[in-house]
């Protein structure tokens, strides 16, 4: 049974619809008279250690419906990976605040902290319930479908590439964009969601599913640019060599690591630069550009898929459901059935903690350098029933008079 406090946190990388989970565990936490108090902790597990706590209870329903509908995480996040010492010290703040469920919204990492703190407090004989609120664009926590998130951000990268080749056609050349996914190509994969005509781009995807060779992408934007006249190209940010060594790593001069030791990835913009220097040195194409997307596909404000923004609410909502009706901590996942509906399920937090899921081969077209119609069927109902398309005009020619 849920009762007692509970306590809610976000984790990672910001999404457009994480605050809609939010919302979605309050709300819901409301309706059980055996909750006595609903906190959130800003700055993710930072924020448990200070005891940086404010009273989710005297929120308005009003304000916690406009907050649902922002962007980014209301209550802040952290990047911080907790180990066993780190989680130590947060079970001796639920314990000092009396926290009986720890709703935590966030992506592998986070599924990974609350698995230790369980341990933690059935070593400790305290009644102490973990659940894992899924999230993350990268799309790749286990056993789910997909991840609240994903789709409003590949709807964000798909509208950005439709608007891209608009530009590319009405102005031909070479165009590179980087798209976030150090493992998981499924954002720079959804570059495709637009496509509508024969010759639209992207018409050239490169996915860390499949080793990269730079002479390959060289032939490459060659082939489709004597083909179409103009190559606009989605690569992610995590491309790597047969070795698995990142491509930026063996390109870039200087290279920077996140808080975890990470090589970073987002945001420098160094692939974008090296790719397009590559090209412009390589080929006799004059007009080469490149774009890094960095933090802008993660919380784009007005570039919202509707689906991801109602699965987002229910997973957070199922959460608390989950910890009033059954007695174990784990993971809300999303599962696909049928054409497109979804049904919610709790599985195990080891299931999902510290484990990546990828793109399957039958999503990836056999060139390497495309997707497939499973994966354009699996990615179409989540980009929502408010995608935008790009047409072009239809009238025929008037014949030329001075022409011979």
């Known amino acids: 049974m849920l009762q007692g406090k509970i306590l809610v946190a976000q984790g990672g990388g910001p999404t457009a619809v994480i605050n809609q989970s939010l919302v979605g565990v309050v709300l819901e936490a409301r309706q ?46 952290t990047r911080d990976k907790p180990d066993l010492e780190y989680c130590q010290k947060i079970f001796k703040v639920l314990q000092a605040h009396e926290i009986g469920t720890f709703f935590y919204i966030g992506g592998n990492d986070s599924s990974d902290a609350l698995r230790i703190l369980a341990e933690e407090a059935a070593n400790a004989d305290y009644p102490l319930r973990c659940i894992h609120i899924p999230k993350t664009i990268d799309n790749d926590l286990m056993i789910n479908d997909h991840t609240p998130g994903f789709p409003s951000a590949a709807k964000f990268v798909a509208s950005a590439f439709a608007g891209v080749n608009q530009d590319n056609k009405a102005l031909p050349g070479v165009y590179v964009g980087i798209v976030m996914g150090r ?32 002479d390959s992408f060289l032939e490459d934007i060659k082939r489709v640019n004597a083909r179409f006249g103009r190559c606009v190209v989605a690569v992610s940010e995590g491309i790597h060599d047969a070795d698995g060594t990142p491509i930026v790593t063996k390109l870039a001069k200087e290279i920077e690591k996140d808080a975890h030791g990470n090589i970073q990835l987002s945001g420098t913009g160094a692939l974008a630069d090296l790719l397009t220097d590559a090209i412009k040195k390589d080929t006799d194409i004059s007009r080469v550009r490149g774009d890094t997307f960095g933090y802008l596909q993660r919380s784009f404000l007005g570039c919202v898929s509707d ?10 909502a199922r959460g608390v459901q989950f910890a009033a009706s059954e007695d174990r901590d ?34 990836i077209d056999p060139s390497g350098v495309d997707v497939t119609p499973v994966f354009m069927d699996y990615l179409k109902p989540l980009l929502g029933s408010n995608m935008p398309g790009a047409y072009r005009l239809e009238a025929p020619k008037v014949a030329k008079v001075l022409a011979g």
């Open 307 to 316: 689906v991801d923004q109602r699965e987002a609410r229910e997973v957070g």
């Open 330 to 363: 784990g993971s809300v996942t999303i599962n696909r059935v049928g054409d497109y509906a979804v049904e919610y399920r709790l599985d195990e937090l080891d299931a999902i903690a510290g484990k990546t899921k990828i793109m399957s081969d039958d999503m």
């Open 183 to 214: 493992h998981a190509g499924f954002l720079t994969a959804a570059s495709a969601g637009a496509r509508r005509y024969e010759d639209d781009g992207p018409h050239l995807i490169y996915l860390p599913e499949r080793v990269f060779s730079m």
């Open 32 to 77: 059980h008279s055996t909750v006595t108090g609903i906190y959130g902790a800003m700055h993710g597990v930072s924020g448990i250690l200070s005891e940086d706590f404010i009273d989710l209870a005297k929120e308005t329903e009003a304000n916690l419906e406009l907050v649902g509908a922002t962007p980014c995480s209301a209550l802040g996040s």
